[in-house]
């Protein structure tokens, strides 16, 4: 193969796909759509949602594989995982289509599934924990961006106010689009927060799990596929839920989203089929 041949191999390895185009397409288009109040306002909510959601976990992906390259992991781009295509990921039902059913089902942010890195190309401890790290801080930076702007206000519009449960919030700081960046941004942090638990499975363990004896790592193995569930499940537990939720909520507060529902609205929108 010549180095131009090869050049251009690693060029459309890494070329964004069309497939990523059109979840950022829709995105912004929902986006427009409910700022100007064109359209249907909750369905609108809901595109927007499940677009920047789909997109952010292309991003989470794609910061694996991203680190994984530079740790040492050269396959990850023929693996096409360098071009933000999310059905180049290992696992489509546990990268999107769960993540997708459990923000419907319960308003959180689940971590998915996962690239394959072959973990023997990469040498040294702490490059395998920064290659598991980089996932949910790129949630935290997503969070960051939607929350900041919702704390400071700029994307507030009383002209067009939620309505909620048939009543006009008018004069109240609530606007369509305010509530589902809130929205957003809670299950951006939902999932850096859930991500970055040491359960087997979840990115918090594959930071850690360099730093544990062989030994150890060989017998928490057999639980890795389901840690995610697990995790799940308990979510459903009332008390458990209620945790989980005031330290997302808490965590919201220091991006300077104090009031709580911000983010209550927008679930409320994004959930379009529920009177």
Request: hydrophobic share 50%; glycine share 10%; aromatic share 14%.
């Amino acid at each position: 193969m010549t180095f131009a041949a090869t050049q251009r191999s690693r060029s459309e390895d890494r070329r964004i796909s069309p497939a990523f185009w059109v979840l950022l397409a829709i995105l912004g288009t929902s986006g427009w759509a409910v700022y100007s109040g064109y359209g249907n306002a909750r369905f609108g909510v809901f595109l927007f949602v499940v677009a920047g959601w789909m997109v952010s976990l292309c991003l989470h992906e794609y910061a694996h594989a991203r680190t994984a390259l530079h740790g040492g992991d050269l396959t990850v781009g023929a693996k096409g995982y360098l071009t933000l295509n999310p059905l180049k990921y290992a696992n489509i039902l546990l990268s999107f289509v769960l993540p997708i059913v459990f923000v419907i089902l319960g308003g959180i942010g689940l971590p998915g599934g996962s690239v394959w890195i072959e973990r023997h190309r990469i040498q040294g401890r702490l490059k395998h924990s920064l290659i598991s790290a980089a996932g949910p801080l790129v949630n935290l930076v997503c969070a960051a961006l939607l929350l900041v702007p919702v704390g400071a206000g700029w994307l507030d519009d009383p002209a067009t106010p939620v309505e909620w449960h048939g009543a006009s919030l008018a004069g109240m700081p609530y606007s369509p689009l305010t509530c589902a960046f809130a929205f957003l941004g809670l299950l951006q942090l939902s999932a850096a927060l859930l991500n970055l638990l040491p359960v087997p499975g979840l990115d918090g363990y594959g930071i850690v799990e360099p730093w544990l004896s062989y030994k150890t790592r060989r017998a928490v193995e057999p639980f890795a596929p389901y840690g995610m569930l697990a995790v799940f499940a308990l979510l459903w537990q009332p008390e458990v839920n209620r945790f989980f939720f005031d330290a997302v909520y808490g965590l919201m507060h220091l991006f300077g989203v104090s009031d709580d529902a911000f983010a209550a609205l927008g679930h409320d929108l994004f959930r379009f089929w529920q009177d």
